[in-house]
């Protein structure tokens, strides 16, 4: 007959191994449905098309990391997703370079930095994170890891986007610009029912970049962490400032110590004020905990984010300092 006081240190435990021990001392399986964790997916802007494909993957049975996975994966294959895989406004030199990353409940990781020529660089990283000991392949290793993993090489350069660059060359002027319409990035995050969490980030960076830029998307702990005690973050907007205040892990960092994704998420804007800078931009920040709750918040107006919850589908309108 386990003890109460067994009972209680029960509350350090897996959510499994709680479970059998709430059978154990006969408590209905009322209250357990009650304490079972929320599943949530939470993404950056209004990723509608992503969030559903995430959440039906969750539906299907299958595990949170296939779930976000699944989800980054919609804008990579999207056309008109100019900053995001397919159809990313390419480099300077007129090259479609992506970078991205992703991370389990486990604490392992993976990502990619710089790669050309596959569609997919979510997967790739997840390649990176299950068949590799490294956490980071970058360019070339890159892509001669995801051919040899069975990744078809393609021209990511659509019409539409060879056109916005010939236009840039007439004047060449470097000004990225990362506002509510140029979205840079989708991150995406998500607790199943057993309390895991998993999340990914990818992105085509920021348009007519540097050649060789690489931003906060794949970089563990500015563009994604997760963290299975706590919670999980993950950024968009312009990456030098996030990577600069290792943006998702402060947010991760600010939950452990009690505080609410909402709150961290706009302690962790707070920060980007102190970068000295004479150019606007924009950073948003998502967070979700390990209790089922979320929050987003961002520097300037426009930040959007896309919640799925048992409930149903929302987007939601971020709060802003600005």
């Not at 070339?140 to 090489?153: C, H, S, Y």
């Not at 205040?245 to 402060?250: L, T």
Request: aromatic share 6%.
């Amino acid at each position: 007959m386990t003890s109460r006081r067994d009972f209680l240190a029960g509350a350090a435990l897996s959510w499994s191994a709680l479970q059998q021990l709430i059978k154990d001392n006969g408590i209905v399986n009322s209250i357990l449905d009650k304490q079972k964790p929320k599943q949530m997916i939470l993404a950056t802007w209004k990723n509608i098309h992503a969030v559903e494909a995430s959440w039906e993957t969750l539906q299907k049975g299958k595990s949170i990391l296939d779930a976000v996975e699944a989800g980054a994966r919609i804008p990579e294959a999207d056309p008109l997703d100019t900053s995001v895989g397919y159809g990313g406004f390419p480099d300077r030199d007129g090259v479609v370079t992506l970078d991205a990353c992703i991370m389990d409940s486990n604490g392992n990781a993976g990502s990619v930095v710089y790669l050309q020529d596959i569609m997919h660089a979510v997967s790739v990283a997840r390649k990176v994170m299950e068949k590799t000991p490294h956490v980071i392949l970058a360019g070339e290793g890159a892509l001669r890891f995801a051919l040899e993993n069975g990744f078809q090489r393609e021209n990511l350069l659509t019409p539409k986007a060879r056109k916005a660059w010939e236009e840039w060359l007439t004047k060449s002027e470097y000004k990225p610009k990362i506002n509510n319409e140029r979205h840079d990035t989708i991150g995406i995050i998500g607790v199943d029912t057993n309390g895991q969490l998993s999340g990914a980030c990818t992105t085509s960076g920021l348009a007519f970049k540097r050649h060789g830029r690489v931003g906060d998307s794949p970089i563990i702990g500015a563009g994604l962490y997760v963290d299975q005690q706590v919670g999980a973050a993950t950024a968009t907007g312009l990456g030098e400032a996030v990577l600069k205040k290792v943006g998702a892990f402060s947010i991760v960092e600010m939950m452990r110590q009690g505080m609410h994704p909402k709150k961290a998420c706009r302690e962790a804007i707070k920060r980007l004020t102190q970068i000295q800078t004479t150019e606007p931009f924009q950073v948003g920040y998502i967070a979700i905990n390990v209790k089922g709750e979320w929050g987003a918040f961002s520097l300037l107006p426009g930040f959007q984010a896309t919640l799925h919850t048992d409930q149903g589908l929302q987007v939601i309108d971020a709060e802003s300092l600005k």
